[in-house]
């Protein structure tokens, strides 16, 4: 059973920044490929990033290309998502996700069995 547990959303304004975090309990972490997610009221949730178990090979939709960038920390058992140039259309909720058994479809929301309470980011004009 892992539980995560997401950190770090909040209130910005738009062209500034916020660094995520989500923090994993229980099972091996560093064996999962996680993920971030975002949606907003009325609407899919979304793939943002993703990152393999050691962290060499990330993945970014192409709205965020260039802006966020997804990291993690093993020895911490935490995944980041460091987001810069932050947009009005970039408010959401965020949410972490763990792909345990490497499902391979990282953009899929099918992909990932474990997922995160999502944290709010909001972005002011």
């Known amino acids: 059973q892992v539980q995560l547990v997401e950190s770090g959303g909040g209130l910005v304004q738009a062209g500034g920044s916020l660094r995520l975090s989500c923090t994993a309990l229980g099972g091996t972490f560093s064996r999962y490929f996680m993920g971030w997610f975002r949606q907003v009221p009325g609407k899919e949730r979304e793939f943002v990033a993703a990152?393999?178990?050691?962290?060499?090979?990330?993945y970014y939709a192409d709205f965020v290309k260039g802006r966020f960038t997804i990291s993690r920390d093993n020895a911490k058992n935490t995944l980041y998502l460091q987001m810069n140039s932050l947009k009005p259309e970039d408010a959401a909720v965020y949410y972490c996700?763990?792909?345990?058994?490497?499902?391979?479809?990282?953009?899929?929301?099918?992909?990932?069995?474990?997922w995160g309470q999502g944290t709010q980011v909001t972005v002011s004009s």
């Open positions: 996700a763990a792909d345990t058994y490497y499902a391979g479809n990282y953009y899929s929301l099918t992909a990932y069995d474990y």
């Open positions: 990152i393999r178990g050691a962290g060499f090979n990330t």
